[in-house]
């Protein structure tokens, strides 16, 4: 074996000649005091020897007075197992643990020995051995040759380990850039007073249908139209639970909430009051039933001692319409719940409504004030911004 290193070592009063492996892992030395030489690997007895003949002129006689034949015993105190070259602990990065078997360095070599030589030039930088710290490093070439065999099972262990994250990662990222781009709200334009909801009235629609506003009511207010007494027409009706929802709505104007009355939709329909506050979006629609007595539940509708009839509570489309719109111009999901409210009854009886849905009456409209934890402020005011411009509800 060519590669084989002979190494000088002098310390704790003695001189050997210690053969290295490449990597730097001892298994033989020669004591040049006892005149012996000690195999640790008897697979290595010739290559030790061979080695020691190269480096040393004198070996003969040493192997002459004694050869050992198998692992004896050294006459001094149990031998290092491996005292490490000061130039393969550099190669090999070695950390502080190996700083203090390098920092003893025994002096200047005797001038018969090649190895000597060298080994001389690489421990001439190098302080004197301090008392303090050379009596530790005796048992220290046992870690030193940990490193060398940790880094065996990292190699392995990696490419183990690295399938397990790479199938989870090609999975757990998939639906994430869905849910970042799955909302890009659109751009709404300028607006405008035309285009300004917030000034609409209650019962609009109505209002436009009955004649009611401008010219048309004072040229009837002048001619008696408006007269106290009953008016057939249903639709003055209608208006009128319009206006007084409208009135109760207004008061939570002053809790946080925000509210928008007869948004009108491309078909011609019309949303009767939009309610906006950090509670939630209430599409509100108003049922007029002036002086019944109704029950509800069941999807029927009872007024009286009538037998009950089909009623959907769900039919209208009006919240999934104003969702799709505040939706289109929102960073985030807008659900909106539908609150139905009976006007002019005298009682009201909800036997069960679907998820989603209020039924109550005017004056119960105070119990959504307290109604909080959905919307943030800016959120809020995000949607009542989106929802007062006429611009956002032409698609819908």
Known sequence: MQDLKVTSWQLFGHDRLYVNLPDGTAIGWADRGSGTITVLHPRYRDAVADALARQVPDLPALVGEDAPAGHPAPPVPPPVPRIPPMRGMRKRGAGPDTAAVRTPAPPEPEPESQSGQDTAAVRKPVPPPDPERVRGPEPAPEPVAAPQRAPVPDPVAAPVSAPAPASGAAEAPAPAPETVRRRRPGVLAALTP???????????????????????????????????????????????????????????????????????????????????????????????????????????????????????LDGSPDARRARAALEAYCAFDVPVQTVLVFTGVTALEVVATPDGIRVCRERQLSALTPLTGVFTLTQVERIYDVARNAEAWLDV
């Open 194 to 312: 035309g285009s300004d909801l917030a000034s609409r009235r209650p019962g609009a629609g109505l209002r436009e249908q009955l004649g009611e506003g401008g010219t048309g009511a004072l040229v009837r207010a002048a001619t008696g139209a408006l007269r106290r007494h009953k008016d057939g027409d249903p639709r003055r009706g209608a208006l009128a639970g319009e206006r007084r929802v409208g009135a109760e709505l207004k008061r939570l104007t002053r809790h946080g909430w925000r509210v928008l009355h007869s948004v009108p939709l491309p078909d011609g329909a019309e949303i009767g009051h939009l309610l906006i506050g950090p509670g939630g979006v209430f599409a509100v629609r108003t049922d007029h039933r002036p002086g019944a007595s109704v029950r509800v539940g069941d999807g029927t509708l009872r007024l009286d001692e009538g037998d009950p009839q089909p009623y959907a």
